[in-house]
Each structure stands twice: as structure tokens, then as C-alpha cells.
């Protein structure tokens, strides 16, 4: 088990190195972040970056998205980002910029990731919190942890905070 850890551990990496060097932007502006997971979902406290090439009040400004799930922009006034992707909240504030802007090209990044945490704890190389990018499985978690120890067992225990 743990070589197929190893081995899944290190097809991650490759696959990642090589996908890092596609550019997929088709002409939209380029930032030294990496590129947002597909489909993740922003949420309070993730660090975004947006950029508009006509507004330089928006352009590369880190703005967090506060403990309601907004976000507060010139122009634009609060707009609720948590529970959108970043496609979404590109549409979104393309839409509510056209009121001053021609045609408004709006790119949203992601800065920090701090809206999804997770805690691996145990017989572990790196326990404790590691935040989430986008869907993850309990191998790809157990990998970022840095993977098992010689002393760990045959056992995973999972639990989840319930909100009700």
C-alpha cells in the first residue's frame, strides 16, 4: 500500500509540472499565481485578485473576502463572492462594472486559499492544517500531509464538522 501511495504521490507531481506550462488564457491577462483549481468554490477568507486591463482602481488589488462572504470594490460597491466560483464572480462583476466600463474584461485569481481547511492529524509527516484547492480524495489529503510514517497503522479515521 504504501508503494502505491508513493507512486500515485509522484504521478500527482509530474502531472502538475506538466500542466503548469500550458498557457490556457486564450489573450486574458497572465499573474504569477497559480491557476485556480477548476470549480473551486470561493468562501471567507480566501485573498483574491482582480484585475480589469480599463480600471486601474480593480487592477492586481489583493481583496479577502470577509467573515459575511463579500467583498467591497471602487465602483462596485460589496458583492457577495462566497459560495461562487471564480468564473461566476468574473461574469458578475463584468456585468455590474458594464454600468462605467465598455465591454469590461474581469479576471479573478486566488491568492491564499483559506476558506477550506482540513486537519490530518497522526502517524503523519506534516500534521496539521492544510488548506484545501478544490475536491481532493482522501489520498491526495494523506499526500499533502507528506504521506505515513513507518509507525502508522492499516486504519484512516475520518470525521467531519457537521453545521447545522
Same mark, same amino acid.
Given at each position: 500500500?504504501?508503494?502505491?501511495? +508513493? *507512486?500515485?504521490?509522484?504521478?500527482?507531481?509530474?502531472?502538475?509540472?506538466?500542466?503548469?506550462?500550458? &498557457? +490556457?488564457?486564450?489573450? @486574458? %491577462?497572465?499573474?504569477?499565481?497559480?491557476?485556480?483549481?477548476?470549480?473551486?468554490?470561493?468562501? @471567507?477568507? &480566501?485573498?483574491?485578485?482582480?484585475?480589469?486591463?480599463?480600471? !486601474?482602481?480593480?487592477?492586481?488589488?489583493?481583496?479577502?473576502?470577509?467573515?459575511?462572504?463579500?467583498?467591497?470594490?471602487?465602483?462596485?460597491?460589496?458583492? !457577495?463572492?462566497?459560495?461562487? +466560483?471564480?468564473?461566476?464572480?468574473?461574469?458578475?462583476?463584468?456585468? @455590474?462594472?458594464? @454600468?462605467?466600463?465598455?465591454?469590461?474584461?474581469?479576471?479573478?485569481?486566488?491568492? !491564499?486559499?483559506?476558506?477550506?481547511?482540513?486537519?490530518?492529524?497522526?502517524?503523519? %509527516?506534516?500534521?496539521?492544517? %492544510?488548506?484545501? !484547492?478544490?475536491?481532493?480524495?482522501?489520498?491526495?489529503?494523506?499526500?499533502?500531509?507528506?504521506?505515513? *510514517?513507518?509507525?502508522?497503522?492499516?486504519?484512516?479515521?475520518?470525521?467531519?464538522?457537521?453545521?447545522?
Amino acid at each position: 500500500m504504501r508503494v502505491l501511495v +508513493t *507512486t500515485y504521490y509522484l504521478m500527482l507531481a509530474a502531472g502538475t509540472v506538466a500542466l503548469a506550462g500550458q &498557457d +490556457t488564457t486564450a489573450g @486574458r %491577462h497572465v499573474t504569477a499565481e497559480p491557476t485556480v483549481p477548476q470549480g473551486y468554490v470561493l468562501g @471567507r477568507g &480566501d485573498l483574491l485578485t482582480i484585475w480589469d486591463a480599463d480600471s !486601474e482602481d480593480l487592477s492586481d488589488r489583493p481583496v479577502r473576502v470577509d467573515h459575511n462572504g463579500s467583498i467591497r470594490l471602487p465602483l462596485v460597491g460589496q458583492v !457577495e463572492a462566497a459560495g461562487l +466560483t471564480t468564473s461566476q464572480l468574473e461574469a458578475d462583476l463584468a456585468t @455590474r462594472l458594464s @454600468r462605467y466600463i465598455k465591454n469590461p474584461q474581469v479576471t479573478v485569481g486566488v491568492q !491564499e486559499y483559506r476558506s477550506q481547511p482540513v486537519s490530518v492529524l497522526g502517524a503523519v %509527516h506534516n500534521p496539521g492544517v %492544510h488548506q484545501l !484547492e478544490g475536491r481532493r480524495t482522501l489520498i491526495e489529503l494523506l499526500a499533502m500531509a507528506g504521506g505515513a *510514517t513507518p509507525q502508522s497503522g492499516a486504519v484512516v479515521r475520518v470525521t467531519r464538522e457537521m453545521q447545522w
